[in-house]
């Protein structure tokens, strides 16, 4: 396990060097620059020039170099152009904090909900509760999240506006729209998909022969379930939650644009119309580094359910 651990750390600056390379192409050769919006203020031509010059926005390949050499030496990841007097390592700082609390609490949503009704739909196959997860599940992964976070959005509203005035706390109003309404959009896609793979995962091992094995010995249904099933069934939820949990715990930009939350994505999204290369860069690379760690530490969890798999 060490060993897979420091190969994949050594893995880690060519990942990023090629996901550095790639975003810095596609970022350079789109047109235009946060010196030239064309919408609010621009500083005077003499301000912008200078402030190509100071910025390497002139030359790609001065860019990269003081970008990188900034980057590696002091790990700064540049100013804001979009942010007046930000830096960039300050705005990753403050989004990330919101977006990874956002994200944990969609991610325990997502796996007590798609555990729960995976669970149920395998103790009850072809029951009417069965049939009403699977078409929950087909609805959670078939609905993008902006259309889930509007509809969730709407409902609320129109449940606080049939409420007698003063009768939502101001506190909960913004207890929901802030945290739970957007966790529970954020949550639903990866709860459909698991609660599909522990479905799936229970009923292919509780037809195999160590389980009618335990079930001779004595083991009820729900015993064996518990007690064995579950913990090999799980090793395809695994392979899901890796890139899953990376995603939602660096915020999905939709739904932080939907609910108007100041979370990376937002941040991203604004970067991204604005073209501000160093906090889309900065976004990417941070991303970038969250995916392979959860990678990692999906592959660990593996072997700490079957260690029969080697690493």
Do not use: C
């Amino acid at each position: 396990m060490t060993h897979l651990i420091f190969w994949r750390m050594m893995q880690l600056p060519a990942i990023l060097g090629v996901i550095f390379l790639v975003t810095f192409l596609l970022v350079w050769v789109v047109p235009g620059n946060p010196l030239e919006a064309p919408e609010g203020q621009r500083p005077p031509p003499e301000i912008a020039a200078a402030m190509q010059r100071q910025y390497n926005l002139h030359s790609p390949t001065a860019f990269a170099q003081s970008y990188l050499s900034d980057l590696l030496l002091r790990g700064d990841f540049g100013p804001s152009l979009q942010y007046r007097d930000q830096r960039v390592n300050d705005i990753l700082a403050d989004g990330l904090a919101v977006s990874a609390s956002l994200g944990v609490l969609a991610m325990i949503i997502a796996i007590f909900l798609g555990s729960a009704a995976g669970i149920i739909g395998a103790l009850r196959p072809g029951s009417a509760l069965d049939f009403s997860s699977l078409a929950i599940a087909l609805i959670g992964i078939s609905l993008p999240a902006f259309v889930t976070g509007s509809i969730l959005l709407v409902g609320f509203v129109a449940i606080v506006l049939a409420l007698p005035p003063g009768t939502i706390d101001p506190n909960l109003d913004q207890l929901m729209t802030r945290w739970i309404l957007p966790a529970i959009t954020l949550g639903v896609a990866p709860a459909a998909y698991i609660a599909r793979l522990v479905r799936l995962g229970l009923a292919d091992v509780m037809s195999s022969d160590f389980i009618r094995t335990a079930r001779a010995k004595g083991l009820s249904q729900r015993q064996a379930l518990f007690k064995h099933a579950l913990k090999v069934a799980y090793l395809p939820v695994l392979s899901f939650l890796g890139p899953a949990a990376a995603a939602v715990m660096t915020g999905s930009f939709v739904v932080e644009e939907v609910f108007n939350i100041p979370g990376i994505g937002e941040h991203f999204v604004n970067a991204v119309r604005n073209k501000d290369q160093f906090l889309i860069l900065g976004v990417v690379l941070v991303y970038s580094v969250i995916l392979v760690v959860f990678n990692l530490m999906v592959d660990v969890a593996y072997v700490w359910l079957d260690p029969r798999i080697e690493l």
